[in-house]
């Protein structure tokens, strides 16, 4: 069996496994003698018919674009300082609450005999203050016509003092008791959850609901790999909502510098109208503009890779030589060369990654 190629000459078919065999055979050959071909031809005839490009400097602003949820500042848990019940929980998830109002109360056996005993304190310290200042009065009625002495006096008033000191420590428990008792809004916030029922026992430090404080919400978006270079606070940029598409101007307010899994980084922004107000749970995409740069572009399709580094063939008068560069951000259909290339370098555009293999035939042998 023979075929004929594109010389005119017939090659005849090597002993295989069958037709099909002989076939595969003869196709691979045909291919490296297309190779060989092509190899042979002088660099200008291989590059006829194809377009060279004098590649410009250009200002590009490159856009960062990435998923963004507006999320609170932080939270504030509410909880007892002592063990007890709740009662009178007046609030809801959503309800909005002012700074040192009542949410709920506290009652139950281990806090009432916490207040019975600090209002005994109380009584008892008062006794005690009493029965100094009657012992002071006494001793400073005596000090003149000499029954008692300076010194006697003096310690009179020690006790006086310690006595005051002691009821006011007595009171001071007291007042803390009164107010555990009570369990008030530290800032104006929304309430988020909570996390204990009407008539539930609670401990110590266990939460019983948690509050957003007012104004303390935030949009965060989530960046990786390059584009965290080039984010600073005060870049502005703009959100759109998922449910709506009215884009909010926003701006960076601060940078954790906290990676996170998956090598991304949560960027914290803010309105820039200071009057504008989040909705907690807000979704949608942000998209921050970097400043603009001065660089050199070229089509994509002028771009070779070869072996993870890229390159682009540089057309001279002694024909076309590889020139290995660095891709930045693209747009449409073009990209932008970080480094490798000035402005007014001519390129080849059309078949760049033929022209830059044309040559890998030479690393074949054609069979005898």
């Given at each position: ?8 000459t ?10 099909r ?5 003869l ?76 949410l ?7 806090i ?9 304190d ?26 008692t ?16 000191s002691a ?42 609901l ?13 960046y ?7 984010i ?14 009215q ?32 909705l907690?749970?807000e ?31 540089v ?8 020139r ?33 293999h ?11």
């Amino acid at each position: 069996m023979t075929i004929p190629v594109p010389n005119g000459t017939l090659f005849s078919s090597a002993p295989g496994n069958g037709p099909r065999g002989n076939a595969q055979w003869l196709v691979a050959r045909f291919c490296l003698m297309v190779l060989a071909l092509l190899s042979a031809l002088p660099a200008k005839a291989q590059a006829s018919g194809q377009d060279f490009l004098a590649v410009q400097a250009r200002e590009m602003r490159p856009r960062l674009v990435a998923y963004g949820q507006v999320e609170p500042i932080a939270i504030v848990p509410v909880a007892p300082a002592e063990a007890g019940v709740v009662t009178n929980l007046r609030v809801r998830p959503g309800t909005r609450v002012r700074a040192g109002e009542e949410l709920a109360r506290l009652s139950g056996p281990a806090i009432s005999s916490l207040l019975l005993q600090s209002e005994a304190d109380v009584r008892s310290a008062r006794a005690q203050l009493a029965a100094a200042q009657k012992s002071l009065e006494i001793e400073r009625q005596q000090l003149p016509v000499h029954l008692t002495t300076r010194q006697a006096v003096q310690q009179a008033e020690s006790a006086e003092t310690e006595g005051r000191s002691a009821l006011d420590n007595a009171q001071s428990k007291l007042t803390a008791v009164r107010e555990m008792m009570t369990l008030t809004a530290p800032a104006d916030a929304v309430v988020l959850s909570l996390d204990s029922a009407e008539g539930a026992l609670v401990q110590a430090g266990q939460t019983i609901l948690t509050l957003q404080p007012s104004g303390g919400l935030w949009l965060r978006a989530m960046y990786y790999g390059p584009d965290l270079e080039g984010i600073r606070v005060g870049m502005t940029g703009s959100f759109v909502p998922s449910d709506h598409g009215q884009a909010i101007p926003v701006r960076v307010v601060a940078i954790p510098g906290t990676m996170v899994a998956g090598g991304g980084e949560s960027i914290a922004l803010a309105p820039v109208n200071s009057h504008f107000r989040w909705l907690s749970g807000e979704a949608g995409k942000v998209t921050l503009q970097v400043p603009a740069r001065t660089m050199v572009e070229v089509p994509t399709r002028a771009l070779i890779v070869n072996r993870g580094t890229w390159w682009v063939l540089v057309h001279t008068a002694h024909g076309n030589h590889p020139r290995k560069v660095i891709p930045g951000p693209a747009e449409g259909w073009n990209t932008f060369i970080e480094s490798g290339l000035a402005p007014g370098t001519e390129i080849v555009v059309n078949n760049a990654y033929l022209l830059f293999h044309s040559g890998v035939a030479e690393q074949f042998q054609i069979p005898d």
